[in-house]
């Protein structure tokens, strides 16, 4: 599968954004889908994550109550709608796919290309 992230930009704290992520191949609805983040200086860390029917879901301490993640497998298309943004949500987003039985924040397969949030204060 190959995926294309978008929906990346410039943002004032307190601001909102969605990341959307296409995907290629018609076995996207198989796949566990996660947000991964890279921030300046910092590891690349697993924000959110989605198993295949939408209704598991995963998020990390720093996102959890402030971000969302949603499918669309007729459209083969994971979000991230990111609300409440702060300068420490600054970074690299990624997405990313792998086949797995339950959510999972490691061993991702495919990755995309990254999009660029960068949220000032």
């Known amino acids: 599968v190959q995926l294309q992230a978008s929906g990346g930009g410039l943002v004032q704290a307190g601001g909102s954004l969605r990341l959307s992520c296409a995907a290629s191949g018609r076995t996207f609805s198989r796949y566990i889908m996660g947000w991964f983040r890279q921030a300046p200086g910092k590891e690349r860390e697993c924000v959110a994550a989605?198993?295949?029917?939408?209704?598991?879901?995963y998020y990390s301490d720093s996102v959890k109550g402030r971000f969302t993640i949603s499918r669309d497998n007729a459209k083969n298309t994971v979000y991230l709608q990111m609300n409440s943004l702060k300068p420490e949500d600054t970074g690299i987003y990624y997405c990313?796919?792998?086949?797995?039985?339950?959510?999972?924040?490691?061993?991702?397969?495919?990755w995309g290309q990254g999009t660029l949030v960068t949220v000032s204060s």
């Open positions: 989605i198993n295949w029917s939408g209704d598991n879901t």
């Open positions: 990313a796919g792998r086949i797995a039985a339950r959510i999972t924040t490691t061993n991702y397969d495919y």
